[in-house]
């Protein structure tokens, strides 16, 4: 005879699927969440599906309004930008510091990863490549000795995925320019190189993605198409 799954674990399926197709696009900013449909395609009842929106408002991925329901948040580029300048500062300074604390085994694993990353590049998964993206700066940070600069760069990631933005989502291009540099980023840590020189090239990598985003942004705004 089947047990029935706890409405806890129906409540996770339902908020692990929505923010699935949140972050891969398929629920685009301003997509009204419909419970009944919604419960309707993973087989669960509404309660569960209601439970998991609230959560997503909760990490403003979701907004409700009345008469409206629950939809999609948009991103704000304002606060992608101010968060993107920030992280590269901190992130940057970070790694610099992690650099010379870092074992060779951890560089060959930051390796590793960067080439499942490349391997992405072939059937892309902006999702996918994303999580692997935040594993690889996390072993290139994670040793850095100084806990506020830490605190800041975990804080930054944080509201980062507040703000729903894979870059590599709306940019892909980008995907594969990250590699390259992450291959960069790699041959510097194994070379020995500088604390100012990491620390730069860490910074223009973090900038080179915010770049990416905002000229997709406005290569894609109405103005810049010459919509009223």
């Given at each position: 005879m089947s047990v029935a799954a706890p409405a806890a674990s129906k409540s996770e399926l339902a908020?692990?699927?929505?923010?699935?197709?949140?972050?891969?696009?398929?629920?685009?900013?301003?997509?009204?969440?419909?419970?009944?449909?919604?419960?309707s395609d993973l087989g669960?009842?509404?309660?569960?599906?209601?439970?998991?929106?609230?959560?997503?408002?909760?990490?403003?991925?979701?907004?409700?309004?009345?008469?409206?329901?629950?939809t999609v948040a948009g991103i704000d580029p304002t606060e992608y930008l101010h968060t993107m300048?920030?992280?590269?500062?901190?992130?940057?300074?970070?790694?610099?510091?992690?650099?010379?604390?870092?074992?060779?085994?951890?560089?060959?694993?930051?390796?590793?990863?960067?080439?499942?990353?490349?391997?992405?590049?072939?059937?892309?998964d902006p999702v996918?490549?994303?999580?692997?993206?935040?594993?690889?700066?996390t072993i290139l940070y994670s040793h850095c000795p100084n806990p506020h600069i830490l605190d800041l760069v975990h804080r930054g990631w944080g509201r980062l995925r507040a703000l729903r933005s894979s870059t590599f989502a709306y940019v892909p291009g980008r995907a594969r320019e990250s590699v390259t540099e992450h291959a960069s980023l790699i041959s510097l840590l194994r070379e020995g190189a500088d604390t100012n020189t990491v620390e730069h090239?860490?910074?223009?990598?973090r900038a080179a993605t915010l770049t990416a985003y905002l000229n997709h942004t406005r290569t894609n705004s109405p103005s810049e198409k010459g919509n009223p």
């Amino acid at each position: 005879m089947s047990v029935a799954a706890p409405a806890a674990s129906k409540s996770e399926l339902a908020y692990t699927s929505i923010l699935q197709r949140i972050s891969d696009g398929t629920y685009g900013a301003g997509y009204r969440l419909v419970l009944g449909r919604i419960a309707s395609d993973l087989g669960i009842s509404v309660v569960p599906v209601r439970e998991a929106i609230r959560r997503l408002e909760a990490e403003k991925l979701v907004t409700f309004e009345r008469n409206v329901g629950a939809t999609v948040a948009g991103i704000d580029p304002t606060e992608y930008l101010h968060t993107m300048q920030t992280l590269s500062i901190v992130e940057g300074a970070a790694t610099a510091l992690s650099a010379p604390l870092l074992t060779p085994a951890e560089v060959d694993q930051a390796e590793l990863i960067n080439e499942e990353m490349r391997r992405c590049l072939e059937d892309f998964d902006p999702v996918r490549f994303t999580a692997l993206n935040h594993q690889f700066h996390t072993i290139l940070y994670s040793h850095c000795p100084n806990p506020h600069i830490l605190d800041l760069v975990h804080r930054g990631w944080g509201r980062l995925r507040a703000l729903r933005s894979s870059t590599f989502a709306y940019v892909p291009g980008r995907a594969r320019e990250s590699v390259t540099e992450h291959a960069s980023l790699i041959s510097l840590l194994r070379e020995g190189a500088d604390t100012n020189t990491v620390e730069h090239a860490a910074r223009d990598h973090r900038a080179a993605t915010l770049t990416a985003y905002l000229n997709h942004t406005r290569t894609n705004s109405p103005s810049e198409k010459g919509n009223p």
